[in-house]
């Protein structure tokens, strides 16, 4: 669920609380949730957090040796000194006596230690275009290689990384293609379109905190407020924003998608 807005805000509520501390301990509760999971706490202890960054729905946070690296996929959540209960997977401990913990009521969630090359290699593979940082050129030549529903394309991270399924829909109404849309016919103003909506969507979203929807909240514990501005997505049933006829839903790669049959009607 957390998507590039709502990872980003959970690293901006911690990058200035946790870096520069040192982590005393680890305490791994549910090994199932770490990839390295034998040698983790070894490996982990007694480094210093340097900074936290993000690529695409990716935590990252940059050890003085070696880096985190964190998705939290459905209902993950790093919290600051947050509350311990029995969803609560992970926890570090830092040298001043406060900590981060991992809680996860799903667990689906991924956390992995890497050293750098293995990180790059990792990211290289998995982590598309960054879509604050993608050129337009780059963005459309990618995207028109590709075949099949618009929408399939925007999920796709190795493509561009970030948008979920709530963005996805708000980028498509917005940009007023339907998610079945075939990639491949989409037009120059399609592109341009679609390229200016992500990233004023994602932006906009950033800055409103993300969207909470069940339970997503930051790193210290605030909810998102960009829910109250989604225009299609969970609105299925509901008037259109913008022409007042009812929003459908259908399915796009096993996705709910909700969009207007009128301003997004397929040419
Ligand atoms: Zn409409």
Do not use: W
Request: charged share 30%; proline share 3%.
């Amino acid at each position: 669920m957390p998507e590039l807005p709502e990872v980003e805000n959970v690293i901006r509520s911690l990058v200035k609380k946790i870096s520069g501390n040192r982590i005393i301990d680890v305490e791994v509760i549910t090994p199932n949730i770490i990839y390295n999971r034998l040698e983790f706490s070894d490996l982990v202890k007694d480094k210093i957090i340097i900074t936290l960054e993000r690529r695409g729905k990716y935590i990252i946070i940059k050890l003085n040796e070696g880096n985190l690296l964190i998705h939290l996929r459905m209902t993950g959540k790093l919290l600051y000194n947050g509350e311990i209960n029995k969803h609560t997977h992970l926890k570090i401990d830092f040298i001043d006596g406060d900590y981060l913990i991992y809680n996860d009521v799903r667990k689906f969630g991924r956390i992995s230690y890497l050293n750098d090359e293995e990180l790059e290699f990792y990211l290289l593979k998995k982590v598309g275009l960054e879509p604050g940082l993608m050129e337009y050129n780059e963005f459309r030549d990618k995207l028109m290689k590709k075949n099949g529903p618009i929408k399939k394309n925007l999920l796709d991270q190795t493509l561009i990384a970030g948008i979920g399924n709530i963005y996805a829909d708000e980028i498509l109404f917005a940009s007023g293609l339907h998610p079945l849309y075939e990639t491949k016919n989409l037009l120059e103003i399609d592109l341009s379109n679609l390229y200016n909506n992500i990233r004023d969507i994602l932006d906009k979203a950033t800055i409103a905190g993300g969207s909470t929807i069940r339970d997503y909240v930051n790193g210290d514990g605030t909810a998102g407020e960009y829910q109250d501005a989604h225009k299609v997505y969970g609105h299925s049933g509901k008037e259109c924003t913008c022409c007042g006829c009812i929003l459908e839903k259908t399915k796009v790669v096993g996705r709910t998608s909700v969009y207007c049959p009128i301003c997004q009607r397929i040419r």
